[in-house]
């Protein structure tokens, strides 16, 4: 077997209409760290756990893109809740998917100030001892 040509996902382009006010929901809703805005190219930039997101005008629609994200959170219905709270446009309450022996996985959909879907992801351990 040949070790594979990629390593791991570095950046993710989200496109917005709005930058300011993406910004602004990223950084104060979803609290991810802004790393750097490039104000005269329509740039910014957060870290989400390791993996740069890249927040940005496409530069032609070959470059459009509207990624859907699954967001990691500890606890889906407090992560919920508080999107609740803040008024963000919720598309689907928590609820489990998918179900292993050993894990659960939990959805909830929402979207951000550019109207894009977005995901809150919660994998909850099962307890195996019962």
Sequence with gaps: ?????????GQI?????????????YRDVLGLP????????????FDCGGVRLY??????????????????????ETAHGKLVERSVETLSPPHAVHRTE??????????DSE???????EERKLDTDA
Excluded: C, N
Aim: proline share 7%; aromatic share 10%.
């Design 55 to 76: 927040l940005g005008k496409a530069e032609s629609p070959d470059f459009d893109s509207r990624p859907l994200l699954y967001l990691r959170v500890a606890d889906i």
């Design 115 to 121: 109207g894009t879907a977005l995901a809150l992801m």
């Design 13 to 25: 382009h989200v496109t917005v209409d709005d930058l300011p006010r993406a910004v602004a929901f």
């Design 102 to 111: 050993t894990t659960e996985l939990w959805l909830s959909f929402f979207k």
């Design 34 to 45: 802004l790393l750097f805005e490039v104000p005269a190219q329509s740039m910014a930039f």
């Design 1 to 9: 077997m040949t070790e594979p040509l990629v390593q791991s996902i």
